[in-house]
């Protein structure tokens, strides 16, 4: 394997700084399960308050979260409204059709996101040879969507008109404290209308892992027995709670500089010939961009970086991602831009 010297591969690749794993073998510990880890009990705690809901409950994943969330909302049979390039549809492994036992009916959106006029058009009146239309799910930010940030009155109509037409509501926030920065808007208040929402930690918060899921006591509580129905109940996870705990305390900030660093990559980008950007979608950390150039194709484009120590992710076979994160500095951008320039350069 290279060596790997600027990974823009994902957010996902952050390693625990040396303050965060002094704070995870610090942490007070006890059986999760049986309601007894103190550091746990303290995220949910916080979580719950953050995100303004009545409880909340710490989840080895985000993936998790949303499977859970439509095994509560929903019976088997019924369906979930999601834009079509939601992360539920491609890459949970059919989690939604195994688990909840639902249907997805994806939306035509546009970055990921749709207005209440373009949801009206998918909502139907129940109709015994229809699915029933049971929960309404939206990202944010817009993961293939393009890091995409929702504006908080988007999502109020949305939800609002879900909630009129008879559907739950739930957000993938899997990048919700993206969007809380480059908006200005408090968690609490873009998910109000939402009855059920989760954020990552492992993503640009940078722990190793984890995830909350918040809403009312009553979900909480059929969350909890799908937790431990499905295996994702732990016992001293407060080792890893409190890297959470240590990443809302340390590294909400840096979600800034990720994005002003994506902007200055995009801009890079966009000066290089053969590849295809407009800088101003870039809205948070995440990167999409087109190739161009005849003579080369994603796969082939981010093998030939590689070499130089640059990592990207090919997204079909012209299109590119790249995801600024608290392990990549200015020197890192700077770096990946001189080698896709090079390379680019034959
Ligand atoms: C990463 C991601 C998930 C899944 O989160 P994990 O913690 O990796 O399981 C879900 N939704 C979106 C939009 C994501 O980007």
Redesign the pocket.
């Given at each position: 394997m290279q060596t790997i010297i600027v990974d823009l591969f994902s957010d996902?690749k952050t390693r625990p700084t040396a303050a965060m794993r002094a704070a995870m073998a610090a942490a007070e510990v006890g059986d999760e399960r049986a309601g007894e880890d103190p550091t746990v009990l303290e995220l949910e705690a916080r979580g719950q308050a953050l995100l303004g809901k009545e409880a909340a409950l710490y989840l080895p994943?985000?993936?998790m979260c949303?499977e859970i969330a439509m095994a509560v909302h929903c019976r088997p049979g019924e369906a979930v409204l999601c834009e079509k390039d939601a992360?539920i549809i491609g890459f949970e492994a059919g989690g939604a059709a195994a688990l909840a036992g639902v249907m997805l009916e994806p939306i035509i959106g546009q970055r990921g996101m749709f207005d209440a006029n373009t949801l009206r058009r998918y909502l139907r009146a129940d109709h015994l040879q229809a699915p029933r239309q049971r929960l309404l799910e939206v990202?944010q930010t817009t993961?293939l969507g393009g890091g995409a940030v929702w504006s908080l009155a988007q999502l109020d109509e949305v939800a609002e008109l879900a909630h009129q037409a008879g559907l739950a509501t739930h957000m993938?926030g899997?990048?919700l404290f993206n969007a809380v920065v480059a908006s200005g808007v408090a968690a609490a208040e873009q998910a109000a209308g939402f009855d059920s929402v989760w954020v990552?930690f492992?993503?640009g918060l940078g722990a190793p892992g984890g995830?909350l899921l918040a809403g009312s006591g009553d979900f909480i509580h059929e969350a909890r027995r799908w937790q431990i129905r499905i295996g994702g109940a732990m016992r001293q996870s407060g080792i890893i709670a409190a890297a959470c705990l240590h990443a809302l305390d340390h590294h909400l900030h840096g979600l800034v500089a990720d994005h002003r660093r994506a902007r200055q990559l995009a801009e890079g980008l966009a000066r290089l010939p053969g590849l295809r950007i407009d800088p101003d979608s870039v809205a948070t950390n995440l990167i999409y961009f087109t190739i161009d150039a005849p003579q080369w194709d994603a796969k082939k484009l981010a093998a030939a970086t590689l070499e130089h120590g640059v990592r990207l992710c090919p997204m079909g076979s012209r299109r590119m991602r790249a995801v600024t994160h608290l392990d990549v500095d200015d020197a890192g951008i700077e770096r990946a831009l001189q080698v896709l320039g090079k390379v680019l350069a034959g």
């Open positions: 996902t994943s985000g993936t949303n992360h990202e993961n993938d899997a990048r990552d492992s993503k995830a």
